[in-house]
């Protein structure tokens, strides 16, 4: 946190986290108000402690991130110079009648003003001075004007955040046909003069204007405002150009090779392994010093002539104007690709790393393209504030379709309001979302460096879920990641099992949204319906895509029974080419035929080409008053109807492709009778299936698997336990299984790949166990609080009472972990024998638990049931039983807002008034004891 760092702190800081369960961090300076403390970002002394923090990690086993730059957001920094930072083509207009001589300075252009406001002061010069002349060019001046409409936009100067700011669209839209312009709005290309060799240094032209009325533009290349951030004071430059590698290597020169040289040689596969580019929120750059020659060599004619259409001018007509806009968001989308991702990627390998990336947010390119390069895809949830739940779908179609078996995502992002009052208990419900989503390396925001040990400690402001030592029960968290790393581990396993794969519209800038209708849920959570589903770009069906005993393959392992084509009348010609091939080797494909190609490349005869391609496999161009299937080849290409009917609509219902595959004879993966939530992976030795309660309250309800023949299994990755599930029912390659999940409960259904017998619906074989309460151990209790953090040494509790309805201040307000200790018996005739499995069930609790019973630690208990098995702990007499609870922070800071001439809390943010009301804390029981009817357990071994 911008200077405030500590040897002692990073050793305390990743020990913690090594003791937790944490096997990753990202280690990133940010700037977000605290104070400056005193070791500057990139000094030696910094540098001495980013060694420390890698060769910690590499003793404590832990995987260490870099981010690409200071902040969060980019790659860039004070050594960035003007001339290799990110740019935009800008011009001015002057204007002249002739026939006469011309000698004139032309003005100097301003750059454009920055998307996120002010350029800081440090950069204010560096921003303002730096141009480069390109291009003089002049034409006859239309009589009529008529500005491309969101120019901006189309000619990437601005690309707003498409997850804080509404109304920003996921991809633009390329019709068939344009509205016309009006008669002399577009400049013939024909007519446009370069007259660039005229302009001399001083900025002075020398022309003879010819007859009539002409405009002349002067095109220079300027900063586009993006600056390092939120990054900390040190560390604030300008960010490097995107599209040019030799300013992309300077800035690693300047800031990870002089790390590599200072960490030394480091260990294999723990350490520092890996480099990241988080969340793009650079803005859009349209111009880099050799964009005019990769233009041509990509799209095959010289871009200079429509170099007036970057500031919305018409050139030729509308649509060519359009389709030249298209083509330069398309080469600046390959460029983010080729010459920022994949070239960082390629440094990587030179020096031992592998590459994660967040392709979303500001990005002008295609997300899709741009995180395929990554060796760990990425997208992020929030657990207040934006919801950016489009980006984990992505992140994880990605990850399926190219074959990498893991899906990270920045988890868990907190915003003003979070304020600590979030524990894993109240996080479990999103959690499983995004591990049905595809998430499987959660990466929490935010574990702040604490260089000191007051509590809770330096934070990072409001933002984040505050995930670090300086939590209250912070002890306890490791119960919680190992449900988290039982669950990761599991769904790595294998390949995920789709049906539909979405093809995104061509062009950039491009986010993958599947239709609303094959998820419920809420917008924020949104959990995908019975066939599955994953998005693909055009590129990545092009290059990698076959087909495969009637599905879509991909080389990683990814299989899909239906295509579904974006509600889009434009096509390349190779797009149009790969589906036919596709479809003729026996893919099941859905959408209409396009009708043109959104290109300028090979115009106008690109179109005739699109349309000759399309006839062939579509049948014809004139859509069938029903939805039926074409044959091609041996697929078929199903369109007509109501299918992509209304225009709004990218891609038809869910209800129209779980139509086309029923009548394939497929089956819904999953169903239920309940609110639940899946996922499902395959491996060559078992169906794994993730099941989740959506809701707070317990769910009973049959679950319909598409598996046939084996006998399920019910994987409990809360408990760790693995045991039989002797109730189903199989029939027409389906098996039924009764399901009973707690509020919010989880389990894996796991079937093994054997023979399964028929299934015997007795009592004795009920796939849950029937728990009944047989004592309750009502009170007194000692209680013991911390008092280190205000707490009493030592309390009589005659009943379990929430700690705010105390009389004493110093248990109202606490915050922290107490201790309650009681001593009983078993209750007589209750235990059937030793072998009679004993729980000791808690109640209620605010908000985590840890049980030991005789010494013996049973282990905590973070989400319902608030249950423990004691069974080899207990004794029939002289039990002596110990319950640790933890509540959270909000307590105590109001207490110190009340009392502020002796504060508990040690903190840089301090959201609490005396006035806040407080949170419930401690254990409000009833504390029972219980036994349980258990269903078959499988071999010891197994488990």
């Given at each position: 946190?911008?200077?405030?760092?500590?040897?002692?702190?990073?050793?305390?800081?990743?020990?913690?986290?090594?003791?937790?369960?944490?096997?990753?961090?990202?280690?990133?300076?940010?700037?977000?108000?605290?104070?400056?403390?005193?070791?500057?970002?990139?000094?030696?002394?910094?540098?001495?402690?980013?060694?420390?923090?890698?060769?910690?990690?590499?003793?404590?086993?832990?995987?260490?991130?870099?981010?690409?730059?200071?902040?969060?957001?980019?790659?860039?920094?004070?050594?960035?110079?003007?001339?290799?930072?990110?740019?935009?083509?800008?011009?001015?207009?002057?204007?002249?009648?002739?026939?006469?001589?011309?000698?004139?300075?032309?003005?100097?252009?301003?750059?454009?003003?920055?998307?996120?406001?002010?350029?800081?002061?440090?950069?204010?010069?560096?921003?303002?001075?730096?141009?480069?002349?390109?291009?003089?060019?002049?034409?006859?001046?239309?009589?009529?004007?008529?500005?491309?409409?969101?120019?901006?936009?189309?000619?990437?100067?601005?690309?707003?955040?498409?997850?804080?700011?509404?109304?920003?669209?996921?991809?633009?839209?390329?019709?068939?046909?344009?509205?016309?312009?009006?008669?002399?709005?577009?400049?013939?290309?024909?007519?446009?003069?370069?007259?660039?060799?005229?302009?001399?240094?001083?900025?002075?032209?020398?022309?003879?204007?010819?007859?009539?009325?002409?405009?002349?533009?002067?095109?220079?290349?300027?900063?586009?405002?993006?600056?390092?951030?939120?990054?900390?004071?040190?560390?604030?430059?300008?960010?490097?150009?995107?599209?040019?590698?030799?300013?992309?290597?300077?800035?690693?020169?300047?800031?990870?090779?002089?790390?590599?040289?200072?960490?030394?040689?480091?260990?294999?596969?723990?350490?520092?392994?890996?480099?990241?580019?988080?969340?793009?929120?650079?803005?859009?750059?349209?111009?880099?010093?050799?964009?005019?020659?990769?233009?041509?060599?990509?799209?095959?004619?010289?871009?200079?002539?429509?170099?007036?259409?970057?500031?919305?001018?018409?050139?030729?007509?509308?649509?060519?104007?359009?389709?030249?806009?298209?083509?330069?968001?398309?080469?600046?989308?390959?460029?983010?690709?080729?010459?920022?991702a994949e070239h960082l990627k390629e440094f990587g390998r030179r020096h031992r790393f592998t590459l994660s990336i967040e392709p979303y947010d500001m990005h002008p390119g295609n997300d899709f393209d741009f995180g395929a390069v990554a060796d760990l895809p990425m997208g992020e949830f929030w657990s207040l504030g934006f919801n950016s739940s489009f980006s984990c779908q992505q992140?994880?179609?990605?990850?399926?379709?190219?074959?990498?078996?893991?899906?990270?995502?920045?988890?868990?992002?907190?915003?003003?309001?979070?304020?600590?009052?979030?524990?894993?208990?109240?996080?479990?419900?999103?959690?499983?979302?995004?591990?049905?989503?595809?998430?499987?390396?959660?990466?929490?925001?935010?574990?702040?460096?604490?260089?000191?040990?007051?509590?809770?400690?330096?934070?990072?402001?409001?933002?984040?879920?505050?995930?670090?030592?300086?939590?209250?029960?912070?002890?306890?968290?490791?119960?919680?990641?190992?449900?988290?790393?039982?669950?990761?581990?599991?769904?790595?396993?294998?390949?995920?099992?789709?049906?539909?794969?979405?093809?995104?519209?061509?062009?950039?800038?491009?986010?993958?949204?599947?239709?609303?209708?094959?998820?419920?849920?809420?917008?924020?959570?949104?959990?995908?319906?019975?066939?599955?589903?994953?998005?693909?770009?055009?590129?990545?069906?092009?290059?990698?895509?076959?087909?495969?005993?009637?599905?879509?393959?991909?080389?990683?392992?990814?299989?899909?029974?239906?295509?579904?084509?974006?509600?889009?009348?434009?096509?390349?010609?190779?797009?149009?080419?790969?589906?036919?091939?596709?479809?003729?080797?026996?893919?099941?494909?859905?959408?209409?035929?396009?009708?043109?190609?959104?290109?300028?490349?090979?115009?106008?005869?690109?179109?005739?080409?699109?349309?000759?391609?399309?006839?062939?496999?579509?049948?014809?161009?004139?859509?069938?008053?029903?939805?039926?299937?074409?044959?091609?080849?041996?697929?078929?290409?199903?369109?007509?109807?109501?299918?992509?009917?209304?225009?709004?609509?990218?891609?038809?219902?869910?209800?129209?492709?779980?139509?086309?595959?029923?009548?394939?004879?497929?089956?819904?993966?999953?169903?239920?009778?309940?609110?639940?939530?899946?996922?499902?992976?395959?491996?060559?030795?078992?169906?794994?299936?993730?099941?989740?309660?959506?809701?707070?309250?317990?769910?009973?309800?049959?679950?319909?698997?598409?598996?046939?023949?084996?006998?399920?299994?019910?994987?409990?990755?809360?408990?760790?336990?693995?045991?039989?599930?002797?109730?189903?029912?199989?029939?027409?390659?389906?098996?039924?299984?009764?399901?009973?999940?707690?509020?919010?409960?989880?389990?894996?259904?796991?079937?093994?790949?054997?023979?399964?017998?028929?299934?015997?619906?007795?009592?004795?074989?009920?796939?849950?166990?029937?728990?009944?309460?047989?004592?309750?151990?009502?009170?007194?209790?000692?209680?013991?609080?911390?008092?280190?953090?205000?707490?009493?040494?030592?309390?009589?509790?005659?009943?379990?009472?929430?700690?705010?309805?105390?009389?004493?201040?110093?248990?109202?307000?606490?915050?922290?972990?107490?201790?309650?200790?009681?001593?009983?018996?078993?209750?007589?005739?209750?235990?059937?024998?030793?072998?009679?499995?004993?729980?000791?069930?808690?109640?209620?609790?605010?908000?985590?638990?840890?049980?030991?019973?005789?010494?013996?630690?049973?282990?905590?208990?973070?989400?319902?049931?608030?249950?423990?098995?004691?069974?080899?702990?207990?004794?029939?007499?002289?039990?002596?039983?110990?319950?640790?609870?933890?509540?959270?922070?909000?307590?105590?800071?109001?207490?110190?807002?009340?009392?502020?001439?002796?504060?508990?809390?040690?903190?840089?943010?301090?959201?609490?008034?005396?006035?806040?009301?407080?949170?419930?804390?401690?254990?409000?029981?009833?504390?029972?004891?219980?036994?349980?009817?258990?269903?078959?357990?499988?071999?010891?071994?197994?488990?």
């Amino acid at each position: 946190m911008d200077g405030n760092l500590s040897r002692e702190g990073m050793t305390r800081d990743l020990e913690a986290m090594k003791a937790a369960g944490l096997g990753h961090v990202l280690f990133l300076e940010v700037n977000v108000g605290v104070p400056r403390g005193s070791v500057n970002f990139l000094s030696d002394a910094w540098q001495d402690l980013f060694a420390h923090a890698v060769h910690e990690s590499e003793r404590l086993g832990i995987e260490l991130m870099l981010g690409s730059g200071p902040g969060w957001a980019g790659s860039g920094g004070p050594w960035v110079k003007p001339g290799d930072s990110m740019q935009h083509l800008v011009a001015s207009k002057v204007e002249a009648q002739g026939p006469v001589p011309f000698s004139e300075k032309l003005p100097v252009p301003p750059p454009r003003k920055p998307f996120f406001g002010p350029v800081p002061r440090e950069i204010q010069t560096p921003w303002s001075e730096f141009y480069k002349d390109v291009a003089v060019l002049a034409f006859p001046t239309p009589p009529v004007s008529e500005m491309i409409p969101d120019v901006d936009e189309k000619a990437l100067v601005y690309r707003p955040p498409f997850t804080s700011q509404p109304g920003v669209r996921p991809n633009f839209p390329s019709p068939a046909q344009y509205p016309p312009e009006a008669a002399g709005v577009a400049v013939p290309p024909d007519r446009i003069i370069d007259l660039t060799a005229r302009l001399k240094p001083d900025g002075t032209l020398d022309w003879q204007v010819p007859p009539g009325k002409w405009t002349v533009m002067r095109f220079v290349s300027r900063n586009n405002g993006a600056v390092t951030r939120p990054a900390p004071q040190p560390g604030l430059g300008l960010e490097c150009d995107k599209w040019d590698t030799a300013a992309f290597d300077a800035h690693l020169r300047n800031y990870v090779d002089k790390l590599i040289a200072r960490v030394g040689p480091r260990e294999p596969g723990r350490g520092w392994t890996m480099l990241h580019i988080d969340s793009w929120e650079m803005g859009a750059q349209n111009w880099t010093p050799r964009f005019r020659e990769e233009f041509q060599r990509r799209r095959g004619y010289d871009p200079q002539s429509f170099y007036p259409a970057l500031v919305g001018q018409m050139v030729g007509s509308r649509e060519q104007t359009e389709r030249f806009l298209w083509d330069l968001r398309q080469t600046g989308s390959e460029l983010n690709v080729e010459k920022h991702a994949e070239h960082l990627k390629e440094f990587g390998r030179r020096h031992r790393f592998t590459l994660s990336i967040e392709p979303y947010d500001m990005h002008p390119g295609n997300d899709f393209d741009f995180g395929a390069v990554a060796d760990l895809p990425m997208g992020e949830f929030w657990s207040l504030g934006f919801n950016s739940s489009f980006s984990c779908q992505q992140a994880s179609s990605i990850a399926h379709v190219m074959g990498r078996p893991v899906v990270g995502a920045e988890s868990f992002t907190g915003a003003p309001g979070e304020d600590w009052q979030l524990f894993p208990g109240s996080m479990k419900n999103q959690g499983d979302w995004a591990l049905a989503v595809g998430i499987n390396r959660f990466t929490y925001h935010t574990f702040a460096h604490k260089p000191d040990a007051g509590r809770p400690g330096m934070v990072m402001g409001p933002y984040g879920v505050h995930w670090d030592r300086g939590q209250t029960w912070w002890p306890m968290a490791d119960a919680y990641h190992r449900y988290i790393t039982r669950c990761q581990y599991i769904l790595r396993q294998g390949r995920t099992v789709s049906d539909v794969l979405y093809l995104m519209p061509e062009g950039a800038p491009n986010v993958f949204q599947p239709p609303a209708s094959a998820s419920d849920g809420d917008a924020r959570l949104p959990d995908r319906r019975g066939f599955n589903y994953d998005g693909c770009s055009s590129t990545a069906l092009i290059k990698l895509a076959s087909v495969s005993k009637g599905r879509i393959v991909f080389p990683g392992g990814a299989s899909y029974a239906l295509l579904v084509l974006p509600n889009r009348p434009t096509m390349t010609p190779a797009l149009v080419e790969k589906i036919g091939v596709l479809a003729r080797a026996g893919a099941a494909v859905v959408g209409p035929p396009p009708l043109k190609s959104p290109s300028l490349v090979g115009y106008p005869a690109c179109d005739r080409e699109v349309a000759t391609r399309a006839q062939a496999v579509w049948g014809g161009m004139s859509a069938p008053t029903t939805l039926i299937p074409h044959r091609c080849g041996k697929g078929q290409v199903f369109w007509g109807g109501t299918v992509n009917s209304d225009a709004a609509d990218l891609y038809p219902a869910y209800d129209v492709t779980a139509g086309i595959l029923a009548a394939q004879g497929l089956a819904p993966d999953f169903a239920s009778s309940g609110p639940l939530r899946y996922t499902h992976r395959s491996t060559p030795d078992r169906e794994i299936y993730f099941v989740a309660n959506r809701t707070g309250e317990p769910v009973r309800a049959i679950g319909t698997f598409r598996v046939a023949g084996q006998v399920p299994e019910l994987w409990d990755a809360v408990t760790g336990t693995i045991r039989a599930l002797p109730e189903y029912h199989s029939s027409g390659g389906l098996t039924s299984v009764p399901l009973q999940l707690d509020a919010f409960g989880s389990g894996f259904v796991i079937f093994p790949h054997r023979r399964a017998v028929a299934a015997t619906r007795t009592a004795a074989q009920s796939n849950f166990a029937t728990f009944k309460p047989i004592g309750t151990l009502d009170g007194p209790w000692d209680v013991a609080f911390d008092t280190s953090l205000g707490g009493p040494a030592h309390a009589q509790f005659e009943t379990l009472v929430d700690w705010t309805a105390r009389p004493e201040p110093e248990i109202q307000y606490f915050s922290g972990i107490a201790l309650y200790r009681k001593s009983f018996d078993l209750p007589q005739g209750g235990v059937a024998d030793d072998k009679t499995p004993v729980y000791l069930d808690l109640g209620t609790v605010h908000s985590m638990a840890r049980v030991r019973v005789n010494g013996q630690d049973c282990g905590v208990v973070w989400t319902p049931p608030w249950r423990v098995d004691i069974t080899r702990s207990v004794k029939p007499t002289g039990n002596h039983l110990e319950i640790e609870v933890a509540n959270l922070w909000p307590n105590r800071m109001i207490g110190d807002a009340k009392f502020p001439e002796k504060p508990i809390t040690q903190t840089t943010y301090r959201p609490y008034k005396a006035s806040h009301a407080l949170l419930p804390s401690g254990l409000l029981g009833p504390v029972r004891i219980e036994t349980a009817e258990t269903v078959p357990a499988l071999p010891a071994n197994r488990q």
